[in-house]
C-alpha cells in the first residue's frame, strides 16, 4: 500500500565531498582548531569538512555537492526516483548551504566558532550572523563564544594575519561593524522588531548566516502555539530575503528531521548512537512495559526513579526530572499535579512542594521563572521537576537530567520530537565525564497505551534497530518481462454549463460482480493449522427487462420533480443497451440489487449543476520493456517490522541473500514469529524477492491467499513492488481546483499466463479523492498501454482490492480467467468519471 513508504538510513543521507575539496589548504588553523576541540576527533573533523566545502571554490551550491553524489550514492539512487526528487527537499539550493549533524551536548558550538572565525579570518564573509529560536539558547551561545574569545591559549593558536582576526561578539542591540559575530534571537531579525540586524542588508556585505537549530524553521507546524508557528515561518522567510548578502549558510541541529525525514544537506553526522558508545552522553534507559494504571500510579513509578537517580549518582548534588507536553497551556495543569503529588509524598507545605517545581515556556508569564532555568544544575536552585514543552527542550544546557516523561504522545511522536527530548538528557555531568566505572542513564518514562509506537521511533533516532533487505535474485526463474509507457502533460481546459437538451449521458454503470460466496478461516487450537470454508449466499436479484424499466420509471419520475425531459434522450433502449454491456462485462446474466441501484444513481448526476475545470491530459510514448531484474532492493528497519509487518519467504529464497543480511532476516523473524512470519513451500513461492515484505493486514492476507496451492498453481510468478521507483503509475490527483501530477506503485504484479495482473490494496470503503483519481489514471494508462502493447502479445489488467473482494478475485480472475470488478474498484470508477464531467 502506498501510504507506507520504504526508509533511507542517515548515514547514507550523508554528503560525500570529492578530493578536489582539499585544494584549500586548511593546515594553517589545524593548530587553533586542536587546541579548541581538544581530543573529539568528529567536531575536528565536522569543521574541516564545512571549511573546505565553503572555502575549496569546487562547489558554487549545495545542489553541485548533492548532483555529485547522486550519481555515486547507490542507496540514494534505489530510494528517490531521480536527482529531481532529491533536490525537492532542498531550501536554499542555489547558495553554498549546508547542515551539520552533532548529537546534543557533543559541541556543535564548538564547530559554529571555529567556522565563523575561519571565514571572517579569509576574508570571504564581512559579518557572522548567528541566529536561534529562543532567548534561552541566544545566553548560551553569548557565554560559550565570549569564553572562547577570552582563552588566551585558544587565541595565541589562531594564526596571525587575517582580514578579521578580532571580532566582536555583539547581540542585534548595538551598531554591527564589519568584522563583528552578531547573536540573537531569530525574532530580531523580523521586520516589525527594531535591531541592528537590518544593519547588515546590501549587497556590500557578505554574511555567514549560522541558524543553530534549524529544524525549527523546516518544522514550524510542530511548535507549540500558534504564534511560535508563525514566526518559525518567518525565519524561513528572513533566509530567502534577497535585501541580505547571505553568501554561506551554515545550520546546525542535533535532530535535523522534517517531521520523520531526516534532511537532504548534512555533510558531517555524529549521532546519538555513536555519542554513546563514545562516552560522550548519557546511555538511554527506555520503558518498555507498564503495568501502573493512571498518573497517580505512574507518579509513584517516576518518584522512585527520581530517589533512586540521587543514589545511583551521588557525585551529583542535584537531579532533575523533566515533563514534557506539547502544549504552553498543560505545562501550569501538570505542575500542580505534581506540587500536589510532592506534598502528599513527601509530607511537607505545597508552598515548598511548588518551589522544588518549575514550569517552562516562551510564554511572558513563566519570564521569571525561565531566569530560574540558567542556575537549575545548582544546589541552591530547590528546582528538581522541570515541566516544558516541547519547542523548549533545548537550548539550556542542564547537565543533571536523570529522567524524561513525555506527557502525551504527540509530545514525543515524531523522530524529530523524541530526537530532541532524548537530547535534554544526554548531557553528562562533569564529575562522571571521565570516570572509568559509570556511564550515567537517562531513564524515559513514556506511556503505555503508545509505548510500542515510542519504543520503535526511539530505537531508529537512537539507531538500535538493523535493517533487513528484500532484494530480487536475478538468477530466479520467477523473474518476468512487461512494458510500460512513458507520458507527457498537457493542460486542457473545457468549460460545461448545465443546459436543457444538452446533456452527456452515462457510458457506464458501475457494475460489480456478485459475491455470493463467503470466506472463513479457522485455526486449531491443537494443531494451530488453518482450515478454510467457503459459504454460499443468497443474493436479491432482477432480470435485465425488470431492470430496465425500474431505471427508467426513475428517470420519469426525477424528470416530474426537476422539470426537465432526460428520458427522452436516456429512453428505455439506451438503458438497456447500457446494462446489457454491463452484465457482459461481469460475465452475468441477472442484475442484483447493488448493481440495480448503481445503474439508479448513474442517472442522478443528470440533475446536478455542472462547472468547468482544467484537466491534464497524457501523451504516451511507444512501449518499453522493462524485467523485475531492474528492481532495486528495499531496506526496513527491523523495530518497524514488528509494527504488524509480515515477512513471506521460502527456504530456497533465502539462499540469495548475503550472511550478513540472513543475519538481520533471522533476528526480524524471531520477532514477528505467528502470523507475520509466513514461510511458503518453495514450489508455491513463485516470487524473485529474497523475502516479500508485507506492509498491512491487507496486504498480508493477499499474499497468503495468493499463494495457496489453489490459486498458486494458476501463476506463473509475482512480485510484491516497491513502494517507489519501479513500476509507477501517473495520475491527476483534484483535491481542489489546481490539478496535481502525480503517480502511484500498485502493491502487487502477477503474470498469469499472457496477462499481467496489476492489484493495488486499500481497506474497505477507502473512497476518497486520491484513490478516485488513482483509478482513472490507471484505467487511461492500462487502456493505452493495452493498446500499443497489443503486438507483444500481453494483455495488461488493473484491479482496486479490498479484503472483501479477494475470494470473488481469486475466484473469477485467478482461478476461472474472468473478469472482475470489485465494490471499491466499480465505486472510484463511478465517482472518477463524475468528476470528469464537470
Known amino acids: 500500500m502506498e501510504d ?15 578530493e578536489k575539496a582539499n585544494n584549500f589548504d586548511i593546515s594553517k588553523y589545524e593548530d587553533f582548531i586542536g587546541e579548541l576541540c581538544g581530543k573529539w576527533e568528529f567536531q575536528i573533523e565536522t569543521i574541516r569538512k564545512v571549511i573546505k566545502l565553503f572555502l575549496s571554490g569546487e562547489y558554487k551550491d549545495i545542489e553541485d555537492l548533492v548532483r555529485e553524489n547522486f550519481k555515486t550514492n547507490k542507496a540514494m539512487q534505489e530510494f528517490f526516483r531521480d536527482e529531481k526528487e532529491l533536490l525537492g527537499d532542498l531550501l536554499f539550493k542555489d547558495k553554498l548551504s549546508c547542515t551539520i549533524d552533532l548529537a546534543t551536548g557533543t559541541g556543535k558550538t564548538w564547530v559554529m566558532y571555529a567556522v565563523a572565525r575561519i571565514l571572517l579570518a579569509e576574508g570571504v564573509v564581512d559579518n557572522v550572523l548567528v541566529v536561534c529560536p529562543s532567548r534561552t539558547i ?103 530575503n534577497p535585501e541580505y548578502n547571505f553568501s554561506y549558510i551554515l545550520n546546525s541541529s542535533g535532530t535535523p528531521y522534517k517531521g520523520d525525514n ?25 520503558l518498555e512495559k507498564d503495568e501502573s494504571k493512571g498518573w497517580k500510579q505512574k507518579f509513584k513509578a517516576i518518584y522512585k526513579n527520581h530517589l533512586e537517580n540521587k543514589k545511583k549518582y551521588p557525585k551529583v548534588k542535584k537531579h532533575i526530572t523533566i515533563f514534557v507536553t506539547n502544549k504552553i497551556s498543560k505545562t ?105 566505572k559509570t556511564h550515567p542513564q537517562v531513564t524515559i518514562f513514556n506511556h503505555d497505551a503508545w509505548g510500542s509506537k515510542i519504543d520503535d521511533l526511539v530505537r531508529d533516532v537512537a539507531e538500535i534497530s538493523k535493517k533487513i533487505t528484500s532484494k530480487v535474485d536475478k538468477e530466479s526463474k520467477s523473474n518476468f518481462s512487461l512494458y510500460y509507457i512513458n507520458i507527457e502533460k498537457k493542460i486542457k481546459t473545457e468549460t460545461k454549463t448545465p443546459a436543457r437538451g444538452k446533456i452527456e449521458l452515462p457510458k457506464s454503470l458501475g457494475f460489480t460482480s456478485r459475491k455470493d460466496l463467503t470466506e472463513q478461516i479457522y485455526k486449531s487450537v491443537k494443531t494451530r493449522e488453518e482450515t478454510i470454508k467457503r459459504t454460499e449466499i443468497d443474493l436479491e436479484e432482477c432480470s435485465a427487462k425488470e431492470a430496465v424499466n425500474e431505471v427508467f420509471n426513475n428517470i420519469l419520475l426525477l424528470d416530474l420533480t426537476h422539470n426537465t425531459n432526460f428520458a427522452l434522450k436516456a429512453n428505455k433502449k439506451f438503458i438497456e443497451g447500457l446494462i446489457i454491456k454491463e452484465l457482459k462485462d461481469i460475465d452475468e446474466k441477472t442484475v442484483t440489487e447493488a448493481n440495480l441501484q448503481r445503474a439508479k444513481s448513474s442517472f442522478n448526476t443528470l ?64 520477532e514477528i514469529r505467528g502470523k507475520y512470519s509466513i514461510k511458503i513451500d518453495e514450489n508455491d513461492y513463485k516470487s524473485p ?39 509507477s503509475i501517473p495520475y491527476n490527483y483534484r483535491p481542489g481546483t489546481h490539478p496535481q501530477q502525480k503517480q502511484f506503485n500498485p502493491d502487487f504484479i502477477i503474470k498469469r499466463g499472457k496477462k499481467i495482473i496489476f492489484v493495488e490494496i486499500k481497506h ?41 473482494n479477494y475470494t470473488g478475485f481469486f475466484e473469477k480472475v485467478i482461478r476461472n480467467d474472468k473478469t472482475f470488478i470489485g465494490e471499491l474498484h466499480a465505486e472510484l470508477l463511478k465517482k472518477s468519471r463524475e468528476e470528469l464531467k464537470k
Open 332 to 436: 501550569d495543569e501538570i505542575a500542580d499535579e505534581i506540587s500536589k503529588f510532592l506534598k502528599l509524598e513527601e509530607g511537607g507545605s505545597i508552598e515548598e512542594a511548588r518551589k522544588k517545581v518549575l514550569p517552562v515556556t516562551s510564554s511572558q508569564k513563566h519570564e521569571d521563572n525561565r531566569e530560574l532555568l540558567k542556575t537549575v544544575d545548582e544546589p541552591e536552585n530547590p528546582v528538581e521537576w522541570i515541566v516544558s514543552v516541547s519547542m523548549l527542550t533545548e537550548g539550556w544546557d542542564v547537565n543533571n537530567v536523570f529522567q524524561i516523561v513525555p506527557h502525551e504522545d504527540r509530545a514525543f511522536n515524531s523522530k524529530l520530537l523524541i530526537a530532541q527530548v532524548l537530547g535534554r538528557g544526554l548531557r553528562v555531568p562533569p564529575v562522571y565525564q571521565n570516570d572509568p
Open 138 to 240: 541566544k545566553y548560551e551561545l553569548l557565554k560559550k563564544f565570549n569564553n572562547f574569545t577570552i582563552k588566551t591559549n585558544l587565541q595565541s593558536a589562531f594564526p596571525k594575519g587575517g582580514k578579521y582576526r578580532n571580532p566582536g561578539i555583539i547581540q542585534a542591540n548595538t551598531t554591527i561593524k564589519k568584522g563583528d559575530i552578531v547573536i540573537d534571537n531569530i525574532h530580531k531579525a523580523y521586520d516589525h522588531v527594531g535591531s541592528s540586524i537590518k544593519d547588515l542588508r546590501g549587497k556590500d556585505r557578505k554574511i555567514l548566516i549560522i541558524n543553530d537549530e534549524a529544524h525549527h524553521f523546516i518544522n514550524a507546524n510542530i511548535h507549540a502555539s500558534a504564534t511560535e508557528n508563525e514566526e518559525m515561518l518567518e525565519w524561513a522567510k528572513f533566509l530567502r
Open 607 to 670: 440533475y446536478r449543476e455542472l462547472t468547468g475545470q482544467s484537466r491534464i491530459v497524457d501523451v504516451y510514448s511507444e512501449p518499453i520493456e522493462k524485467s523485475t531484474k531492474e528492481m532495486n532492493a528495499s531496506y526496513i528497519s527491523i523495530s518497524e517490522v514488528k509494527k504488524n509487518k509480515g515477512i513471506m519467504f521460502s527456504e530456497k529464497s533465502l539462499k540469495s541473500s548475503t550472511i550478513k543480511e540472513l543475519e538481520n532476516i533471522d533476528e526480524a523473524l524471531d
Open 764 to 804: 474497505d470503503e477507502d473512497t476518497d479523492v486520491k484513490n478516485r483519481d488513482k483509478i482513472a489514471g490507471a484505467n487511461d494508462y492500462f487502456v493505452e498501454l493495452n493498446s500499443k502493447a497489443e503486438k507483444k502479445g500481453l494483455e495488461y489488467c488493473f484491479y482496486f482490492l479490498t479484503p472483501t
Open 689 to 727: 524477492l529474497n523475502i516479500t515484505v508485507l506492509l498491512s493486514e491487507p496486504e498480508i492476507d493477499f499474499a497468503k491467499t495468493l499463494t495457496r496451492k489453489e490459486n498458486i498453481k494458476f501463476i506463473d510468478c509475482w512480485v510484491k513492488s516497491k513502494d517507489q521507483g519501479f513500476y
Open 262 to 286: 531526516y534532511f537532504k544537506d548534512v555533510i558531517y553526522r555524529y549521532p546519538i548512537r555513536q555519542a554513546i558508545e563514545d562516552g560522550m552522553v548519557k546511555d538511554i534507559n527506555y
Open 4 to 18: 507506507d513508504k520504504e526508509t533511507i538510513s542517515p548515514n547514507d543521507l550523508v554528503l560525500r565531498l570529492s
